[in-house]
């Protein structure tokens, strides 16, 4: 049910962009594998390739998914390092981001950041992976993570966005951390009483839409809930079952 459910969520996300697709997946467990993969491709016709279908063999408790409608003059989607998800190099950390950071801004903290595409979202990763203080918060949460994304607070003033992170630790934990800024829609669906799971989506009807045309979920209960992320406020889930 929840990958018929992702699968059309994922089609219908076309609607924030047709400039290409891509996930990041983590496997339960400890030594659970990491599956990433990216390209030049409309959702819409990513969800009918072996690439995603191949999903359906693992044991995922976590994945983020990203439809890309490239701002122009900030990396040709056809160069695909340019496309969402950004990785950290040991693939532990993933981040998908919508909106723009302002150019001004952005030249700046290049200087600042090493980054190795021309799509201004990868410095939101370069800064969440390398936060300039380490506040220590209780051992639910990732100190380090959360450190990193104020710090995306207070670089990024006059940028636009809505940004999910999925983090793995050394023991098997998992992290999703989502937050977004005033110019950005961000939205959870709580399925957790049906279906054990969180959702994130941009906008209600991308759920509303992907629920009613999925015939495979006929039967699926409609005892959810759907919550838009405050602005300026990082939403934590910690999932390791």
């Known amino acids: ?29 400890i030594d659970g594998v ?3 993969h990216k390209e ?4 819409k016709e990513f969800v009918k390739k072996e690439v995603w279908k191949n999903l359906t063999k693992f ?27 950004f990785i950290s190099d040991d693939k532990s950390l993933a981040l998908i981001h919508n909106g723009r950071v302002d150019d001004c801004e952005y030249q700046v903290l290049k200087q600042k950041y090493s980054v190795k595409s021309n799509c201004d979202s990868e410095i939101l990763l370069r800064i969440v992976e390398n936060p300039q203080s380490s506040e220590e918060f209780d051992d639910e949460y990732p100190s380090e993570i959360i450190s990193g994304i104020k710090d995306v607070y207070s670089f990024i003033n006059e940028g636009h966005m809505a940004v999910a992170v999925g983090k793995r630790g050394i023991r098997g934990e998992r992290w999703l ?5 005033a110019h950005r829609p961000l939205w959870v669906v709580d399925t957790r009483e049906s279906l054990g799971q969180i959702f994130f989506i941009s906008e ?5 839409e992907s629920i009613r045309e999925s015939g495979a979920i006929k039967g699926f209960s409609k005892s959810h809930k759907l919550i838009e992320v405050p602005e300026n406020q990082i939403w934590c ?3 390791d079952e």
């Open 1 to 29: 049910i929840s990958f018929h459910i992702l699968s059309k969520l994922f089609e219908k996300s076309e609607t924030r962009g047709i400039d290409a697709s891509g996930f990041y997946g983590l496997e339960k467990g």
């Open 237 to 239: 889930f910690r999932v």
């Open 204 to 208: 209600p009807t991308i759920w509303e």
């Open 177 to 181: 951390l989502l937050f977004r800024n």
């Open 40 to 43: 030049p491709t409309r959702s």
């Open 34 to 36: 990491v599956l990433y």
């Open 59 to 85: 044991n995922l408790n976590l994945l983020l998914c990203h439809s890309r409608g490239a701002s122009k003059g900030v990396g040709e989607p056809s160069n695909n390092i340019n496309n969402h998800p």
